[in-house]
Structure formats: C-alpha cells, structure tokens
C-alpha cells in the first residue's frame, strides 16, 4: 500500500463534463479537481448547472453524460448506481430533502449507515448500537431525537431538512461531500448549526464542494478554492477573495470573462 | 420523465408455495346438480335442515346471474367443469394426529405450519383445510378448558348442531349473492369458532387453507361466534399449487359479536396469481361479513391480499348494536395481470355506531385494482359517525388503481368523512435512498411498507413481519 501518495492524488476528478437532459444541453464541458481535506466553493447564477453537476456526480438517472469523464478514487464512476458511489463514500447534500412518509427516518439512516459499513468491511451496527451512533451525532447539528420516529424530512421545517441532511453526511463519512445550496432558506442561527456542524465532520480524508450564492456560508467556512460556473462551464477559479469581490460586484461583474 | 432504469418490464418472482402433494384422493365426478349436493350432504351425514338450507341456495342459485358489476374481466366460468368435492384418502376415523397422513402433515410443515404435537406453533391454535376437508386442529383439549370451541365445520355440525342450526346463514343468507349462494350449496369444510360468554380466548387462533388439486373448487365456510364480553383473534393464511387452470375459490365467513364482544380477523391471502402472461391463478369470490349485534360490540377486519388471479372480496360489518364498533384495514397488492375489486361495506344501523376503512391499494405491472365501498347511514343510526381512509400507490406506468366509494345516508345527524389519494412511487425519492447507499429494490420495499403502515400495524405481530416480507417478495423485480 502506498496510502501517503495516494491521499495526494485528488478524491474527485472532473474533466471536460458535458451533460443534457431530454436532449437539452446543461453541463458544456466543466472541470474541477479535490483533493481530500480541500474545500471548495462553486458559486454562480440560477440555472448555470450547478445543482446538475452534483447530481450527475451522485448519479440522478435523469441525466446523459454526453463526454467527458468523473473519476472518483482515480476511478472513473459512470457505470455505478447511484448506491454503489454513496456506498463508495459520495454524498450529495441536496436542495430539497425529499420527504417520504410512512418511511421512519432512525430507520433510514440505519439502513444507509450500515450500507456504507458494510462497503468498509466494517461490522453492522444493530438498533442499540446505532441508537448510540447517531445520538452521538444529532449533538454536531442541535438536533432533538425525536426528529428520529418521524417520518423522512415528513413535515421538516427548511432548517430541520438542512440539518437531516448534515446529520447523515456525519453518519456516512463520506470521501467526497456535495452540499447543494445547504445554506438556503436558512436563518442566521439555523446557518450557524449547519456550517459547525460541516466544519466539525470536515477532516483530511475528506474533500468538500458547497454549492452557494451566499457569501454568508463561507464566512463560516474557508474554502480554499472558489469557482465561478456560469452557462455549464466553470469560468473562473480563485481562492476565498474572489467570492468577495463577486459579494461586491454581483453577477454581472462575471460576464465578461470566459472560460480560462 | 421517466428513464430507462426506472419502472420497466414485470418479472415475477417465483412462488414459494407453487407444490403439488402427491396423494390419493376421493372425489366426486364433476358437475353440479341436486345429486351432487345430495352426495356431498351424505358423504359428510348432515342432518336434514343442512341438506334443505344447501338445496334451498342450490335453487335459489339457478335463478341468479353472475355479477358483472366489479371492474374485473375474465373468461366465463364453467360451473359443470368443476369439481365439488376433493379429500384426501384417510382412514374413516382419525383419533389423533398421528393417525393422519403423514404426506398431509409435511405439506403443511412445507408451508411453515406445523401441526404435529412436538412442532406445533406455541401461540397459535390452527385449523388446517386441504381441499375440501379439515385435516387437524391444534391445541383443541387446552382451549375445551376455557369452553372455546374451535373445530372443524362438520365436526361442529354433529357436535354443536344447535349453533350451526341457529347461526349458520343468519349474517349471509344462502341467497345473499351469486357467489354465496353457490357456497352455500356445495361448501365442503371450514372452520367453527365459539366463544363463551367473558371469555377472553387464550390464544390466536388461526385456520390455513390449502388448495390442492387443480380441477377441484375450494368452498369453505367459516362461522365465528363470540357471546357477550368475550373476545378473540382469529388469523386466516391461504396458498394454492401453480396449475395453468384456473381454481375457483368461492367462500362464505360469519361472524356474530354480541354486547361487548370484539372479534379481530385477520386475513394475509397468497393464493397463487397466475404467471406474468396472466396464465392460471386462483379466481377468489369471497362473501365475508360479520355481524355487530349486541351493544358495543366490536367487529375489525384486517386484510394483506397479495395473491389470486381475480379477487372480488368485500368484508362488510352491519352495525345493529348500540355504539357498536367496525373497521376495516386493507393492503391489496396487485402485480402482472391480477385484478382486485376489493373493499368494505359498513351499514350503521344502530345508533351511535362508529367505522373505520383505511385502505391502501398498490397496482404494479399490468394490474388493475380497485377499491369498492360503501359506507351506509340508516334513518335510526343517528350520532353515528365513519372515517375513511383510500390510497392507491402505482409503482410503474402500466398499472391501473380505481377508487369507487359509496356513500348513502339516511339519517342527518350523522358523519362521514372520506379521503383519498394517489400517489407514484417518484423517481426523486428513490433517488434519495439510493443516494444514501440503500439498493434500489430495498429502497421501493421500504416505501411500500411506509405506505402500507397504517394497516400493518393494525396485523397481529408475526402476521405483520410476514406481509412486509410477502409485499417485498411480490414486488421483486416489478421496478427496475
């Protein structure tokens, strides 16, 4: 094992990614690189392929792949499901929780938890065992327990959803986390749990890509990267000034550039 | 929107219980007329107001059409194809388990039901039905002690002549419908059910019905009574042999609660439903209603029907007693080409009487399932009040799911609340699972059960565990 240079090379590579839906081009050919334990930010307006790009990375079956290559590990993923790459350590944050009735979410994030465990060779975790893990971890987001007899995200206010979704990042541990716009529809408080909670799971193993349009979420988190997507490409990449100087000058300021 | 690996072709998962036991049989030729409800009456030495109650329907039955009304098409039925009464070879008086076949026992160990003294379900008292017959019950001498009468039908007949003269047909009459008029005529075997008047029965009791052979119809008939303050559980399990014909299964259950009594039935229904070009499978007609007669009294029908080509299947509660209670919980599951027209009725026509209807309907493949029901309010049911509860989930875009409720009142001072919903398993919530690590087929499993926990919840605790695995069974394959 040569485990030292390997944690070197990047967790997630994307080259040249073009994708559509229904035929509708949406991603014309962007490229990024994270090595684990960097943060990234991918910020630009709506409708640029932001929340495409983290689906298609997790795997949505909406979406073509018309070229281009996503390598995760080194590993190129376009033929895994998309439980096999969250079982391998891909975790996309998204949006807008779904909700599922009927469906109990302690349930849920047992099953979900030991399907990771599982793909680590790791032992299964039975309900007392994993009731432990997870209080343990409803602390990182201020979460109640009783969030864990309810139905998934069922009746969920928007924070509690972000807060699901960051409690399940810290019980899957992921390689590569993917948060899509978390800090949305979020109040000052609510922001301050989650970006804590993100910065406590964030470790050296761990690569992290935030989807925003705020710069209030990186106030809280330091990204070292900061990338500029506008019309699926990625046009711009700097460290945390330039999501400044983009708080500064808006979106329009990006118009004029193209792609480096 | 929907995309390739989403919601395709139908692959049916094999059926577990599709065995056929070798064994000899007495049956009579087929066809049905006079003589063969004269044979049948004989070969069981029924006394003469059974023969005139089966003759009685046999008449009535002629004269009756085959309904038409369910959203259900199939091929005519020929009546005269059919054979009206199978059983095993045994010797002429069995005295103990022992003496029975043992090819019968192990057919029934096959499906998981024990019947033998060391292996027999500790919880559980069961009633076994092959064919036309009742093969054992167990736990009879330990439920004696309690006065609880649980035996076979003819057995009751010629033990407890004066309940089955009294009860037998007093919530469906011979001529109720086509189907129970049939029954009535030619029912072979079935279960007898007495509970004393405060007793609490012991244990569940449970009867399992096997279909055996393939050119013989099933018609069993099932009679439960519970007196005053008394109460029981009562668990019925069906599977059948996989023949490309199909079996009619025609059958009649009675219930009668009197002051506060409760009676609980729970049904999960797995008779065998055919291939994926709809090719054999069981047509199942079945008349099921119970009677609320004292004053709260208590009637709830639970139901898992998984199996069976056709089903047509409307467990019903007439409410007479004084805030007398009745509920119905369904789960009708439909995959290939099945067709269920299944629901409830409930006729308030005591006062203050309350129902309950929580149905779930999931339609996958090409099936159709619909929900019938209809909830009555009578001129003196005043103060009464019903809640229902219809959803139908459709897991590709094949599958049909229909809702027809009826509602009739006559009495102003009383309620009716109806809800309903239809819903797609969507593609972004199992994508949400999937994104998680859980397995695509785990993931649709998991939504059926939360869709179906209302009522499974409601199932005794091992009944409940053994639909959630049926359900996931009957889906295998059905996405994806």
């Known amino acids: 094992m040569q485990s030292k240079k390997k944690e070197l090379n990047p967790i997630l590579e994307v080259n040249n990614l073009f994708a559509s839906i229904e035929n509708l081009p949406i991603l014309k050919g962007v490229t990024i690189s994270v090595n684990p334990g960097e943060i990234h930010a991918i910020m630009g307006r709506n409708g640029c392929g932001k929340s495409t790009l983290s689906k298609i990375i997790a795997g949505h079956p909406s979406y073509k792949v018309t070229k281009g290559e996503i390598k995760f590990a080194g590993n190129d993923i376009q033929s895994l499901e998309p439980e096999e790459r969250a079982q391998s350590g891909i975790f996309l944050g998204f949006q807008y929780p779904i909700e599922i009735p009927g469906v109990s979410n302690l349930e849920f994030l047992r099953v979900a938890t030991n399907a990771r465990r599982k793909f680590l060779n790791k032992e299964e975790l039975d309900t007392f065992d994993f009731e ?129 | 929107m929907v995309s390739e ?25 087929k066809g049905l007329n006079e003589d063969t409800i004269r044979l049948i009456s004989a ?183 519970a007196e005053e303050s008394s109460s029981v559980s009562y668990l019925e399990g069906c599977t059948a042999p996989m023949f490309d014909t199909n079996t009619l299964h025609a059958a009649v259950v009675e219930l009668i609660a009197l002051d506060d009594a409760s009676i609980k039935y729970s049904t999960v229904q797995n008779w065998y439903a055919g291939n994926e070009e709809g090719v054999g499978g069981i047509f199942n007609f079945v008349t099921k209603r119970g009677k609320c007669l004292g004053k709260r009294s208590k009637i709830s029908w639970s139901q898992v029907e998984t199996g069976s080509a056709i089903t047509w299947k409307y467990p019903s509660c007439l409410l007479l007693g004084e805030e007398s209670v009745g509920e119905f919980y369904s789960v009708a599951l439909t995959n290939n080409l099945q067709q269920a027209d299944t629901g409830t009725k409930m006729i308030h026509i005591g006062p203050k009487t309350k129902s309950t209807i929580v149905s779930k309907g999931i339609s996958a493949g090409n099936s159709v399932n619909s929900y019938r029901g209809l909830v009555k309010m009578g001129s003196k049911a005043s103060g009464s009040r019903n809640y229902s509860q219809c959803d139908s989930m459709l897991i590709g875009d094949q599958a049909a799911a229909n809702t027809f409720p009826y509602i009739q009142s006559q009495q102003p001072n009383s309620e009716i609340e109806h809800e309903a919903s239809t819903c797609r398993i969507s593609e972004d919530q199992l994508f949400y699972l999937q994104s998680r690590g859980i397995e695509f087929e785990e993931a649709v499993s998991m939504m059926v059960s939360g869709f179906c926990r209302d009522v499974f919840n409601q199932l005794p605790m091992e009944f409940a565990a053994e639909a959630d695995k049926l359900l996931a069974l009957k889906l295998e394959g059905s996405v994806g």
């Open chain 1, 132 to 260: 432990d893990l997870v209080k343990e971890k409803l602390d990182l987001v201020k979460m109640d327990s009783a969030f864990l007899s309810r139905s998934i995200n069922q009746g969920f206010s928007g924070g509690e959803k972000k807060r699901n979704e960051i409690l399940q990042m810290a019980l899957l541990e992921p390689r590569i986390a993917i948060l899509d716009e978390t800090d949305s529809g979020l109040d000052i408080d609510a922001l301050r749990i989650v970006a804590s909670g993100i910065k406590k799971i964030s470790n050296e193993q761990t690569g992290i890509i935030l989807i925003t349009h705020y710069q209030r979420l990186l106030d809280e988190i330091q990204p070292d990267y900061v990338h500029v997507m506008s019309d699926g490409q990625i046009i711009k990449t700097g460290e945390s000034d330039l999501a400044l100087e983009l708080e500064k000058h808006g979106y329009e300021w990006t118009d004029n550039f193209t792609k480096e």
């Open chain 2, 5 to 29: 690996n989403l919601v395709k072709d139908v692959v049916s998962e094999p059926y577990k219980y599709g065995f056929v036991t070798d064994i000899e049989t007495e049956k009579i030729s």
């Open chain 2, 43 to 225: 070969k069981k030495e029924e006394p003469e107001y059974l023969l005139n109650f089966r003759l009685n329907a046999f008449r009535k039955w002629q004269k009756m059409n085959e309904p038409n009304w369910a959203d259900l098409g199939y091929k005519k039925i020929d009546y005269q194809d059919i054979i009206y009464y199978s059983a095993p070879k045994q010797k002429e008086k069995i005295s103990s388990l022992d003496e029975v076949d043992p090819k019968l026992l192990e057919t029934f160990d096959k499906l998981g039901i024990p019947l033998t003294e060391q292996k027999k379900l500790t919880n559980v008292a069961v009633d076994a039905v092959f064919d036309s017959v009742s093969i054992a019950t167990t736990f009879r001498k330990e439920l004696a002690q309690h006065g609880v009468i649980f035996c076979s039908i003819s057995e009751a007949v010629k033990d407890h002549s004066d309940l089955i003269e009294k009860y037998l047909g007093s919530v469906v009459p011979a001529y109720d419908n086509y189907f129970a008029a049939l029954n009535s005529a030619v029912f072979s075997d079935g279960s007898f059910v007495y509970i004393p008047k405060g007793v609490k029965c012991p244990m569940d009791l449970s009867s399992y019905f096997r279909i055996n052979s393939g050119d013989s119809g099933q018609f069993e008939r099932t009679l439960i009574i």
